[in-house]
């Protein structure tokens, strides 16, 4: 097949995603020399340094004094001027013979247009050479030439095909850093001001984990990668979606459970569904091959009307909780296009209207933000070739809209990708927490665009204490409430907020003897829940161990509060009620929660 041209900026790769993604990011990786020797990348350290340097042997008049040098701008931008450098290191001597004279002719072809056009055109190739040459070759060797035009599919899927490879070769040409090279870009892009706001549990201690992972390390780990989706393709598996595959796309829900007490909560997630909702779409719920034996539990699941119970294959991977059984799904699924709920969530809009939300039309896939921010120092980012951003929160997997054909089919890449990121917990265990961050790792690798709902959760709960004491001065909030996304007639409208569309009881499924009339009776929320840049969020996000916590930084914002900042943050502790409008405590969508609390509680 034929081999894709390599891109030599980051802001020119196919797929690179959105601006601010496009940074000249290695603007920051030549940290202070006297940190580490020169304070060069010893794998950039060729392509720093311009050309009549390495030539002459004479130092570089800016190269120690601009230690953010644009590596990737000399390489690129600098290479007329570089050619231009070679051409006047020449000597001729002015020639008073006629342009006749053989003299002559020699000095009137260096120095024509054309002469310089192939110097340029030389030195850049020489450019491009180098590139190449930093990228190790077992790298390329290992993932880059397997990927081939398989017989039978459609000039389209062979296309497809080829741009994977072409992303799969951006992968592995990506910069290969230790944590000091990248430690300044990624503090500067994911301020620890900023994370240390939105405190996780899970970061905490992983720091000299993270800092262990070397370059060949990070080598092995996309290797891996590549491996895994070689191994795909060879058990006859699509990595690419492509019409042959399926006929019409089809719509769906995929839910997953099947042991203890998910099958109650499966029943209030169905009955919510075909009773109060009346949401038509098919349903597949997904369990492992030890559960579910007894054929009386299956049919009352089916029971509730177009319901399937499939069973997937092996059960844990080296003891982990088996986060892997969703993705396993999306990939077995029959649907193209479709909407997944953890067991534990409650949906609160008929899920058919996600599929036609701005946010989904965009990239085909939506994911929800969950409450914490990512770790600067984190070495997925070096994995991944990327520095770290907050321009996304981490996702919150416990529901999700996909559609397998997005990306021009590279979403199914994307989730074969996934698969190996989660049945790998000795690589990414300690780097990530579950499912959650394997999908948005996915499409970074691939240089894919997804979306992120536009409005960040509020916590549901009620004032009564863990073991349901009431208490009015305590609010725990036990439960994340999702808001929907941006229907197509209010696309333009920056009024509109989305009515609540999932209720993710992700704690309170863990607490017994709670008051069931106090279990979701008021949501604490950011006044303003859309900003998207996080260095102007005063609204911070706790995870206590208990509750999901919501607290103001600074004073209100409201212009007429004490020592007002006038940006109209603030906290806001209400009943759930008004969350479903100006008449919520007759909604029935409310009222149907009311009537499932009692049920929820009794689930031991």
Known sequence: MVEPNIK????????????????????????????????VNPEMAGLMAPLSDRDSGTPSHDHHSDPLLNAWGRRTGGAEATAQGRFNQFSFPTSRTSSNAPSGRFSMILQSKLFRNIAVLTTSLLLILSVLHTTKPEVLGSGLKYMSNLPGLSRLAQQEIRSLD??????????????????????????????????????????????????????????????HLKEVEESGEPLVWTPALGGPYKRGI????????????LHILLKMLRKTLGCTLPIEIYHFPDEMEDEAVRNELIAWGDVSVVKLGAKTFNGEKNWHIKNAAFIQSEFTEF???????????????????????ENRSVFWPDLNK????????????????????????????????????????????????MTSPDLYGFLGYGDKDTFRWSFYALGLPYQQAPRQ??????????????DPSYFCGHSMLHWGLTPQNKRNDPSYHPPPAFLHTILSKHRKNLDPAKLWSHVRKPRLDGISEPTLTRTLYEFTGDCFAITLKGPDGLPNSTNSMRDYQGVLTEPLSTVFGPNGETDEIYLALMDIAPTFVAIA
């Open 8 to 39: 030599m900026s980051n802001m020119t790769r196919r797929g690179s995603g959105s601006p601010r993604e496009s940074k000249d990011w290695t603007t920051m990786t030549a940290i202070d020399p006297e940190r580490r020797g020169s304070g």
């Open 166 to 227: 072409e992303r799969l070769r951006d992968l592995m040409t990506r910069p290969v850093l230790e944590q000091w090279e990248l430690e300044l870009t990624n503090r500067y892009q994911c301020p620890m001001y900023t994370y240390s706001r939105m405190t996780y549990f899970f970061h905490e201690g992983k720091e000299e984990q993270w800092k262990s992972i070397g370059r060949d390390d990070i080598r092995k780990y996309r290797n891996k990668m590549i491996s």
């Open 254 to 265: 995929i839910l997953t459970g099947g042991e203890g007490s998910t099958i109650p909560r």
């Open 339 to 361: 909407v997944y709920m953890d067991s534990d969530n409650i949906p609160l809009v008929d899920p058919a209207e996600h599929f036609e939300s701005v946010e989904f039309k």
């Open 374 to 421: 990512d770790h600067p120092d984190n070495a997925i980012w070096r994995i991944l070739g990327r520095p770290c951003s907050d321009e996304h929160w981490p996702a919150e997997a416990g529901q999700v809209v996909y559609d397998k054909r997005g990306n021009n089919g590279l979403n199914l890449a994307v989730l074969h990708l996934a698969n190996h990121m």
């Open 457 to 470: 959760f509020a916590s549901t709960g009620g004032f009564q204490r863990q073991g349901g004491e009431p």
